[in-house]
């Protein structure tokens, strides 16, 4: 079933149903469908054949999935492109994939000219300035091509924290699997209902578009393209919006901190899904009694899109009301996905016991684009390596601890930076912070924490080591903590990690944040 099929079908069940919403601009489904058939056939016309491959870098507009849907409709593999990547990170991707057309925005048109060379493969490049050469009604196909299960449909590349960024493949067995799982295991949108996109559509947002198409939702996008809080609560009351498609824990946190309490009317949301990074329990809970019971998280990967476990808005609640700590958890595997942890050898483990997350399903990706070394290590044994350290409960909670390279090993004990994490975010005077290993000649490595005072307030590293030596053994202790205004995070919203890490191993000295508050306290 070629995955185009969920849009006819919206398409002849609710034709004048809104189905892209964007400020001034709005497409039914039926014009929707029309447009990405249009959008397929003119791809074709341009010389793509079945299979060949069309990326696309662009700012959230309608345009993301009329392309996405136009690669469907026509047997091409779309390749999503995180906006807010350096021309040369574009072109890397670009290159890897083989893409033969690029759309982007107007505003990318620069950045590529001067790096002409490394878009040579291009046959095409199309800004969206000239996005009619692509709704010519002459080319429109009549209706999508066939397609198999198996058949190849998105390139999916990773965001690289460990190296270059890989193309996980997705074929449209995957892509049902993943509408029907969201559908039933995590948040059932129905028909007519407004579902807004606030985070980078080449990624998560994006793939949550695609249950949304196939129930006849409108799939509406903040105006700015972008993340504003005043814009997205306003947005919300507004449009009557029941479903936050997508957020990284960033941005909750920020919602958090720059709304202004009752101003806006939020009664209609029922779903704010979250992911793609660890959220601490206490923000969660804030963040719980702030907007009501309707946080769903999500726990998956670009190899498995996008759940491998879930918690539903319904299990937040009844978690947080019995004060259960698997509030803290990534929820339970979803119906149709087998996962459990593995020792070094890759052994089964027991509940309770530590180790990497393996998944197996139809929702796993079947290998990355050009790099069987890397598909065979990552799906040795017919499981998914996902690299994730954590540890399912008797009840099938999983607890994830860390990424398997960002757990630190300090005095020969494991420590698992979340945890730390965990403890010191409670600090009533901390906004936020991370914690990672650095080299030390006695510990091998010790356990550091950069923090995020709140605005205005002060602390002293004293302070932070006393409060986790209040809330956990003592080999896990930070050793040192330095304070800093704030930290990196990438295009989608993840706090860096081993960004901020780095520059400790290079030079054993604080080299991010600045001014005042970056002064270094060792103890
Ligand atoms: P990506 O492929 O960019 O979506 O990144 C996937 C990675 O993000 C996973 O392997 C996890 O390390 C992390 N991640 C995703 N969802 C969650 C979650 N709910 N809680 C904690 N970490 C998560």
Redesign the pocket.
């Known amino acids: 079933m070629n995955s185009f099929s969920f849009l006819e079908k919206s398409a002849r069940q609710w034709p004048d149903t809104v189905a892209l919403l964007q400020g001034e601009e709005s497409h039914t489904y039926a014009h929707f469908r029309d447009r990405s058939l249009a959008i397929g056939g003119n791809l074709l016309a341009l010389g793509c054949k079945t299979g060949d491959r069309v990326a696309f870098c662009l700012a959230n507009s309608p345009r993301i999935l009329e392309v996405v849907f136009g690669c469907f409709a026509a047997g091409l593999v779309v390749v999503p492109i995180n906006a807010r990547l350096h021309a040369r990170e574009m072109a890397y991707i670009v290159e890897n994939s083989g893409a033969k057309i690029l759309v982007h925005g107007p505003e990318f048109a620069e950045g590529i000219a001067l790096h002409a060379d490394l878009f040579g493969g291009l046959t095409h490049q199309i800004s969206t300035d000239a996005f009619n050469t692509l709704l010519n009604p002459a080319n429109r196909l009549p209706c999508a091509v066939e397609a198999a299960p198996e058949d190849i449909c998105w390139l999916?590349y990773?965001?690289g924290t460990t190296g270059k960024p890989k193309g996980a493949i997705w074929n449209h067995r995957m892509i049902r699997v993943v509408i029907m799982n969201y559908l039933a295991d995590l948040h059932n949108i129905q028909p007519g209902e407004m579902v807004l996109h606030c985070a980078p559509m080449s990624?998560?947002s994006g793939i949550v578009a695609l249950p949304a198409v196939a129930r006849g939702a409108t799939n509406a996008i903040t105006t700015s393209a972008s993340f504003d809080v005043e814009e997205l609560l306003s947005t919300i009351e507004l449009l009557k919006v029941s479903h936050i498609a997508f957020m990284a824990p960033t941005q909750i946190i920020k919602m958090l901190e720059d709304h202004v309490p009752a101003r806006h009317n939020l009664s209609s949301l029922k779903a704010i899904c979250?992911?793609?990074?660890?959220?601490y329990v206490e923000q969660l809970k804030q963040a719980i009694a702030t907007f009501g019971p309707v946080f769903v998280?999500?726990?998956?990967?670009?190899?498995a899109p996008?759940t491998i476990t879930g918690l539903t808005a319904a299990a937040h609640q009844k978690l947080l009301d019995a004060n259960d700590l698997r509030i803290g958890s990534?929820g339970q595997v979803r119906t149709d996905v087998e996962a459990h942890c593995v020792d070094a050898d890759d052994n089964p483990l027991p509940p309770g016991q530590a180790g990497e997350v393996v998944a197996r399903g139809d929702v796993v990706m079947p290998g990355y684009w050009k790099d069987p070394q890397a598909s065979a290590e990552a799906l040795r044994g017919g499981w998914l390596h996902?690299?994730?350290i954590g540890y399912f409960d008797a009840q099938g909670y999983l607890f994830?601890l860390d990424?398997a390279k960002d757990m630190v090993i300090s005095g020969g004990n494991n420590v698992y930076p979340r945890e730390v994490e965990e403890v010191i975010i409670l600090h009533e005077k901390v906004a936020n912070c991370v914690v990672f290993g650095i080299p030390d000649d006695y510990w091998g490595e010790a356990v550091h924490a950069v923090v995020v005072p709140k605005p205005g307030e002060m602390l002293t590293a004293q302070e932070i080591i006393a409060f986790c030596g209040d809330h956990m053994a003592g080999y896990k202790k930070p050793k040192a903590v330095d304070f800093v205004d704030e930290l990196p995070v990438s295009g989608?919203g993840?706090i860096l990690r081993r960004e901020v890490r780095e520059a400790y191993w290079a030079g054993h000295e604080s080299r991010i944040g600045g001014g005042a508050s970056a002064a270094r306290a060792l103890v």
Do not use: N, V
């Open positions: 999916f990773t965001s990624h998560g979250y992911g793609g990074a660890p959220i998280q999500l726990y998956g990967q670009g190899e996008i990534a996902t690299g994730d994830l990424r989608y993840k």
